[in-house]
C-alpha cells in the first residue's frame, strides 16, 4: 500500500508568505495528524482530524495555522503569514484503529520550511 | 502530561559498535514507537512496541510498560544508522491519541 504522502517536500519562502502544505494519508486511514520540529528541538502535536472533523487542536501554535481536510480523504495546512519562528519540518501522520487496538503511527517523509 | 526522556541525548560510535538507547515515560500508554529521523529529514518507523520484544534485522526493541521503559538496541552499526532517534507515546484508544515525543538521541557512527 501508499504510504503517507507529503508535498512540497522542502518550501522556501519569505517572512509574510503564505505556505500550503499537503498530506495524503493512507487510504482508508481515518486519523490524521499534523506535527512539527522546529529549531532542533522535539516533534510536537500540532493537530488530529478523525475523517473531515477536527478531533484536537490544541496544539496549533497561532491563528496564522489553519489545518482544512475536506471530504476526509487529504489535508491542508497553511499557514499566513509566514514568520521566521515557523521554520521546521512539518510531518503528517495517518493511524487506523480498529476495535480499541492502536497499529501505531505511519509518518510521511515531511515538509521542511524554511522562512527567510 | 506524559513526560518522554531519552537517553543519552548524543551518541558518537565507530562503525561496528553496537548501542543501546533509552527511553523512559511517565505513565501508562497503549502506545509507543521508535523512529529513525535520517539526515534527510525523513521520519522512519522503525518499531511499534507498547510491550515485550521486537527484532527486526540489527535492530531490536524491548518495552517493559510496567516499570516505563522502552530500550532500543542498535548492533553492529553502520554509517546509515547516523541521525536522530525518537522515543513517541501515546495514551488512550479511539480518537485519543495523540504521540509525545522525547527530544531524541543524536547518533553519529564514524567509519
Known amino acids: 500500500e501508499a504510504g503517507v504522502t507529503q508535498f512540497p517536500s522542502h518550501s522556501v519562502i519569505e517572512k509574510g508568505q503564505t505556505v500550503t502544505l499537503r498530506c495524503d494519508p493512507i487510504s482508508g486511514h481515518d486519523n490524521l495528524y499534523w506535527y512539527r520540529r522546529v529549531m532542533g528541538k522535539e516533534i510536537k502535536f500540532l493537530l488530529h482530524?478523525?475523517?473531515?472533523?477536527?478531533?484536537?487542536e490544541s496544539g496549533m501554535p497561532n491563528n496564522r495555522f489553519l489545518a482544512e481536510r475536506t471530504g476526509g480523504t487529504y489535508s491542508t495546512l497553511k499557514v499566513q503569514p509566514a514568520e521566521l519562528e515557523d521554520s521546521g519540518v512539518y510531518f503528517c501522520a495517518s493511524s487506523q484503529h480498529e476495535q480499541g487496538a492502536n497499529y501505531g503511527y505511519t509518518f510521511g517523509s515531511g515538509t521542511r520550511l524554511t522562512v527567510v | 502530561g506524559i513526560q518522554v526522556e531519552q537517553s543519552p541525548p548524543d551518541l558518537i560510535l565507530q562503525e561496528g559498535a553496537n548501542s543501546t538507547l533509552r527511553c523512559n515515560f511517565s505513565d501508562s500508554v497503549n502506545n509507543l514507537q521508535w523512529f529513525h529521523q535520517n539526515p534527510w529529514g525523513q521520519l522512519i518507523n522503525l518499531f511499534y512496541?507498547?510491550?515485550g520484544t521486537k527484532q527486526n534485522g540489527r535492530l531490536s526493541a524491548t518495552t517493559v510498560a510496567t516499570e516505563r521503559y522502552s530500550l532500543l538496541y542498535i548492533s553492529s552499526s553502520q554509517t546509515t544508522d547516523s541521525g536522530v532517534y525518537f522515543c513517541a507515546v501515546a495514551k488512550g484508544f479511539q480518537g485519543a491519541q495523540k504521540l509525545v515525543f522525547g527530544q531524541g538521541t543524536r547518533l553519529t557512527i564514524n567509519p
Open positions: 482530524f478523525v475523517k473531515e472533523s477536527k478531533q484536537d
Open positions: 512496541i507498547p510491550s
